[in-house]
Each structure stands twice: as structure tokens, then as C-alpha cells.
């Protein structure tokens, strides 16, 4: 049972057929699925999701795959974390970690994205898969295509960390470096994309992927007894996961699954690295549109400079009260070590970021003391360990003697 209506423009609202595309013919507004909420709400319950399997298949109504899901069918349901020595070290009452730095099965948020991107993909009977790649959409491409028994090809800047390369070479999957920013790779598999009948995850199955970002929210909600916090602190490259997560709140209360069916009053706010803030440069000078840049920064994850979601992102944050903050290197590698040494939770660079601007909201007063907060960790720090050298110190290395060691 399916319940999709088709696609629809963001611009203009033209509708489309499903099919492998993510541009609108009239405006080139990009295109986002359009699903029948009344029939989801006749269908879908508490009661329901509840009983089903702990992955993000649960939700699978809103969800926009025909049949069952084919790949990744196991990713997703990772832990909310109540953080109380978090809390305590950033002086506020309720912060929660949304995990996804052990997402199944490449410790990345991505896992969930490249879950329907595939899974549609299968639908559409493409043989060959493919994606740029700013680290883990390459991670969870190559792995998922492999045990899906897909081709794959995965297009990356050649200066990515070496745990994001060999975490995607180690799947057998063809692997591009390209001499050049994620915005530069993005361009260039435009062009691959109009010579070759692939499916691109983000480029013509963008709308289907974009949508598994929803499910992070959907847990959130869930396991927060079907509520909202106050605040959500989510990271931004192309801006694609704030909007989602927005738009999944939305779509619980308007299909009826909150507690308290109330308005949604939870303030969306958005992290950058400052090495990479279009977005957050945007919003903080109320300017009306971002201006891209050439990325600097560790957050190598996070570094798009032209963000495709950038506009919708800052609509997000507007509409919700919430705001944006970024941070610097430093303040990256300094909030790694917080959530390391308060939670024992090990996240990569863009868990930095967003530890580091919910510590930022609190002090600016954005968030205050008495409010609840979920912090979205969305990348394991085993992949991007070249960001804390020399920043954790060294070990004590000794003799296997225990006397000598203790009298010193
Ligand atoms: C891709 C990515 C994001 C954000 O992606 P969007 O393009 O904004 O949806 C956040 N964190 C990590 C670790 C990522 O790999
Ligand atoms: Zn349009």
C-alpha cells in the first residue's frame, strides 16, 4: 500500500508522476514527494509503530517507497541519549544526544538517506548507483549498493579524511578523488549524471532520499513519549536534514501522533563550522538569500559551500523562533572532547559542530536554562580521528612492572 501522490514543485506546486527526477520542467524549482495525509492518519497509529521492528521502517507510511524496503532495511532506531553531564557542564536543565554516530551499518546519519535512496532506486530498476560525496553519503553508498548487489561509483573531494576513503574503498566500490571542493564534485556529476543512466541519490533521486532524513525525527519524537523538546540543534551542509526535520515534526501533529496534539513549538536551530557558514552567515545579518563560499574547515562533512537546501533551511529556522550559530576549529575539537569526556559518546567533526552551537545558544541565551534540548550527532569521531591529533594527549607508556610505576 502506497501513499504517495506524486511529486510536487516547491515553487510553483506543479505536480509530477513519480520517476527518477528532481527538477521542476516549468521553474527548476526542486521537486519534493507529495504523500495523501488523510489516509495516512485513517491508517497509521501509535499503537501501530510501536509494535513494529526498532528500525526507521517503522514510519514506513511516510516513507516514499511502493513496496518493501529492499536495502538498509536494518538502519535507523538509534539510542536518545539523556545527557546529564552535559546538561550539568552547559549549565541547562534537559539535553538529550540523538546517537546516530552508530547508525547501522556505517555509523553515519547517512545510513537512513541512502536506505530509501536505494531502496528506490531498486524500484526504478536502476543496476548502477551513485553519489557525491562530502565523506559518509560515499561510506553508506558503497556499503549498502554492496549488499544490495548494485554497481557504484561514488565521487568525492580527494582530500577527504582517510577513514571516510578507505571506509568506502573497503566495500568494492569504484572510487573518483576529485581535484576540488564538494561544490565543484557536485557539478561534475550534474554533468556524469546527463551522459549516464545511474541513479544519483542526491542529484535525480534526491526527493527520495532527502525523505529518510525525516525518520531521525520521527525516533526523536518518539522516543521523547511522542513530544517535541523545546529546541533541536541540527548540523548543516546543504541544509537538506534541518528541513526534514522540520517537516517530521510537522507531519506528526498533522497526522495526529503527538501527546499533546498542539502547534509544535520546538525552535529548529541550525550548526555550521565558521570555515563553511553560508547558511548561518545568512540568518544571523537577515540577509534574504545566502552567499556561497570556498569552504575552510576540519568539518569536512559539512563543507558545501553553495548548500542546494540553504533557502529552505533558513525558512525552517524563521518559522520555528530558532536561530543559527557557527564555530570555530577550535571550538570544534573543544566540543569533541566535552561530549567524549561528559557522555563517552566519541563523535565526529559535525557533532563538534553542533555540541559546539548548542553550548553557543545556551550562552547567548537562545536556549535558556529551564529548557529542553536535543543535540543531533549525526558521524562517528573513529572516522575523522586526523581532527583531534594532538589534542587528547598522550599515553603513559611503562615497563610491565607494577612497583616501579607506582613509586613514582
Ligand atoms: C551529510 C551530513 C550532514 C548534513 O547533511 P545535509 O546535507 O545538511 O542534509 C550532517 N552530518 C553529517 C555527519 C553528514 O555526513
Ligand atoms: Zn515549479
Redesign the pocket.
Known sequence: MSYIKGLK?R??G?HFPIAPTHV?E??F?PLEVDYNYDQIAKSLTREKIEKRPQTMWRYRELLPIEKDPTVGVLAGYTPLVPAKNLAKALGVKEVWVKNDAVCYPTLSFKDRVVSVALSKAKEFGFKTVSCASTGNLANSVAANAASAGLECYVFIPYDLEAGKVLGTLVYGANVIGIRGTYDEVNRLCSEIGAKYKWAFVNINIRPYYAEGSKTLAYEMMEQLGWKVPNHVVVPMASGSLLTKVHKAMKEFHKIGLLTDNTDPKCKVHGAQATGCSPIATALKNDWELFKPVKPNTIAKSLAIGNPADGFYAMQSMKETGGWSEDVSDEEIVEAIKLLGETEGIFTETAGGVTTGVAKKLIKLGKIKKDESVVICITGNGLKTQEAMTGHVGKPTIINPELMRWMLH
Open positions: 514543485c515553487e510553483c506543479h521542476c516549468f521553474c524549482g
